[in-house]
């Protein structure tokens, strides 16, 4: 087919602001893809840093209403996630609650141990007194030729940009605030974390600490008032990925935008 040689004005027009509309969706797919690819890298993440695979399936309604400590001796450990298929003795020996329960045992006396690392506390966090951080993973502001190793091997939790480690005074930092009959909740984002270092302090001799199953992001929102410099942006589940914050605010700029106003004079 020859080229068209007639009046170029007679030629249809995209709108400019079709185009934007058209660049913005393709940017946000981009983000998303790339996203879901890094997530199914899970395989080389490590176990006790990378969230869990599976989000729970236990929602409140499911729960009962009374505030007893529960075992999970029964429990099947695919409801948290696949990332606790390591983790299946320590389970099936913890005691703890739900979140549904978690504002009854907390009117009961409970303190929250949150665990988890310095920035993701910094982006949201329970706004109650009755909370306390105290992590049991910390991030490495300097860790030299190492850094990037580590970086790559958490990559599933804080998307290639996280020096996370094991604190290794976690057990010593808690005694130095609570004796060992203390009534503590050992929490985190979604669980994991927290399973971990309920075990190490019930192996330094603690009685009374009990596991918030499903972390921080199974207790309903009008039970847990939260704050933090993204709390109105990102849940418990997403606060440590990095990933997700960048998608996060992708989807954030381009709502914002006024699509019927762009092409106008």
């Not at 170029?8 to 797919?29: E, G, Q, W």
């Not at 299946?88 to 006396?109: C, P, Q, V």
Request: net charge positive.
């Amino acid at each position: 087919t020859p080229p068209y040689t007639g009046n170029k004005s007679m030629m249809p027009r995209v709108p400019k602001h079709t185009i934007a509309i058209a660049f913005a969706l393709s940017m946000a797919l981009v983000v998303i893809f790339s996203l879901s690819a890094t997530s199914s890298q899970s395989g080389i993440a490590s176990p006790l840093v990378r969230r869990a695979g599976v989000r729970s399936n236990i929602r409140p309604r499911d729960m009962r209403a009374n505030a007893d400590v529960r075992s999970f001796a029964d429990v099947d450990y695919r409801k948290f996630g696949s990332a606790y298929d390591g983790y299946r003795s320590i389970l099936k020996a913890a005691k703890g609650l739900y979140g549904s329960d978690l504002k009854d045992f907390i009117n009961d006396g409970y303190t929250v141990i949150d665990v988890r690392p310095q920035y993701e506390v910094e982006r949201i966090r329970p706004s109650t007194d009755k909370c306390e951080h105290i992590p049991l993973i910390e991030e490495i502001k300097d860790g030299g030729l190492g850094s990037f190793a580590r970086k790559w091997s958490n990559t599933v939790y804080a998307g290639h940009s996280r020096d996370l480690t094991r604190n290794t005074n976690f057990v010593k930092d808690v005694q130095d605030k609570y004796p060992a009959d203390s009534k503590l909740i050992i929490a985190c984002g979604e669980g994991l974390r927290s399973l971990v270092a309920l075990k190490e302090l019930k192996d330094a001799g603690y009685t009374n600490v009990i596991w918030l199953a499903s972390g921080f992001s199974g207790v309903p929102k009008e039970d847990l008032p939260s704050e933090g410099t993204d709390a109105d942006k990102v849940g418990y589940a997403r606060a440590g990925l990095d990933g997700g914050q960048l998608a996060s605010k992708v989807f954030d700029g381009i709502t914002s935008i006024k699509w019927w106003e762009m092409g106008k004079k």
